[in-house]
């Protein structure tokens, strides 16, 4: 036996060698989403807004504040040193409120994305693999869902259910699952054809193991991308609802909610309104940009 027959499996202890590619490939990745500014500030904005939504009951000035506590001999301050975003007209300060919210908005889009995606993808997949009947019921069930506008859709569901943060967010996971159905089974159709999968079906692989471990995994990169954008624009429609009175009750501290309270003190108390809504456009434009740096890096079609 010479030196080039010898495999690792013929040396006891020794291991197969760590493939270079994939390390390369992860440096090419990284290299290319750190040369985008768009992206790059992104990361910055999701990263600040994850570290706000963990330690923001720690960070808050005055935490009893974002649950209902009432100061009204302080109420309606402007922005000062003591209040950097001023306080509400109960005398909460508006800081802690905005900050203690982040969590809430985090769970909100967490929830809405999740569900949607548990949804959604296995709904494509089965689309996209089984065909005939079952492939058409389950497209034009989400064709239907498509057809409403997805906020009046939410809307019309938590009225039935009525208002509150829990039906809200399971009323957005209702509207946002069609998107994955259709983005997976097109995905799916393209690939339930390739060699792999075919060579896979030859050697003796079930169903359900051509369609989780061959296929799936290669759906992964434009559901990642979809899912970064789906967080930002959860977070909008929760906003949105919670705007409309049909989200998180005052005082749950709710950026949206927040937004709506203090539309009613425009244009004279500014900062009760501008400053949720400063947090909820650099939140969302920052999982937006996000998205946009993770498509470039995961395409290969924008290599």
């Given at each position: 036996?010479?030196?080039?027959?010898?495999?690792?499996?013929?040396?006891?202890?020794a291991?197969?060698?760590v493939?270079?590619?994939s390390f390369?490939?992860?440096?090419?990745?990284?290299r290319?989403?750190?040369r985008?500014?768009?992206?790059?500030l992104?990361?910055?904005?999701?990263?600040?807004?994850l570290?706000?939504a963990?330690f923001?009951p720690?960070?808050?000035?005055?935490?009893?504040?974002?649950?209902?506590?009432?100061?009204?001999?302080?109420?309606?301050q402007?922005?000062?040193?003591?209040?950097?975003f001023?306080?509400?007209?109960?005398?909460?300060?508006?800081l802690?409120r905005v900050l203690?919210?982040?969590?809430?908005?985090l769970?909100?889009?967490?929830?809405?994305t999740?569900?949607?995606?548990?949804?959604g993808v296995p709904?494509?997949?089965?689309a996209g693999?089984?065909?005939?009947?079952?492939?058409?019921?389950?497209?034009?069930?989400t064709?239907?869902?498509l057809?409403?506008?997805?906020?009046?859709?939410a809307?019309a569901?938590?009225g039935a259910l009525?208002?509150?943060?829990?039906?809200?967010m399971?009323?957005?996971?209702?509207?946002?699952w069609?998107?994955?159905?259709r983005?997976?089974?097109?995905?799916?159709l393209?690939?339930?054809?390739?060699?792999?999968?075919d060579?896979?079906?030859?050697?003796?692989?079930?169903?359900?193991?051509?369609l989780?471990?061959?296929?799936?995994?290669?759906?992964l990169?434009?559901?990642v991308?979809?899912?970064?954008?789906?967080?930002g624009?959860?977070i909008?429609g929760?906003?949105s609802l919670g705007?409309l009175?049909?989200?998180?009750?005052?005082?749950?501290?709710?950026?949206?909610a927040?937004i709506s309270?203090?539309?009613?003190?425009l244009?004279?108390?500014?900062?009760?309104?501008?400053?949720?809504?400063?947090?909820?456009y650099?939140?969302v434009?920052g999982?937006?940009?996000?998205?946009?740096?993770?498509?470039?890096?995961?395409?290969?079609?924008?290599?």
């Open positions: 036996m010479t030196d080039t027959d010898i495999t690792p499996g013929d040396v006891p202890g291991t197969a060698p493939p270079r590619k390369r490939e992860a440096r090419r990745m990284i290319t989403y750190s985008s500014f768009s992206s790059m992104g990361l910055a904005l999701v990263t600040l807004f570290f706000v963990v923001g720690w960070l808050a000035p005055f935490p009893e504040d974002a649950y209902g506590a009432v100061n009204f001999d302080i109420k309606l402007p922005p000062s040193a003591e209040h950097w001023g306080t509400d007209q109960v005398g909460s300060d508006i802690s203690i919210g982040a969590r809430t908005t769970q909100i889009g967490l929830t809405v999740g569900i949607a995606i548990l949804i709904l494509g997949l089965i693999m089984v065909g005939g009947w079952i492939a058409e019921t389950i497209m034009r069930i064709d239907i869902f057809s409403i506008p997805g906020l009046i859709l809307i569901i938590v009525g208002p509150g943060i829990l039906n809200a399971l009323a957005l996971s209702l509207v946002w069609p998107g994955y159905v983005l997976v089974q097109a995905k799916t393209s690939l339930r054809n390739e060699t792999y999968v060579a896979a079906r030859a050697l003796g692989a079930g169903p359900f193991r051509v989780f471990v061959h296929v799936l995994p290669n759906c990169s434009p559901i991308v979809k899912a970064s954008m789906d967080m624009m959860a909008l929760a906003a705007f009175g049909l989200g998180a009750q005052p005082p749950y501290p709710e950026w949206g927040m309270t203090g539309r009613a003190y244009p004279d108390w500014w900062w009760c309104s501008f400053f949720p809504g400063i947090a909820i650099l939140t434009l999982f937006n940009l996000l998205g946009d740096g993770l498509r470039d890096v995961l395409d290969p079609r924008q290599r």
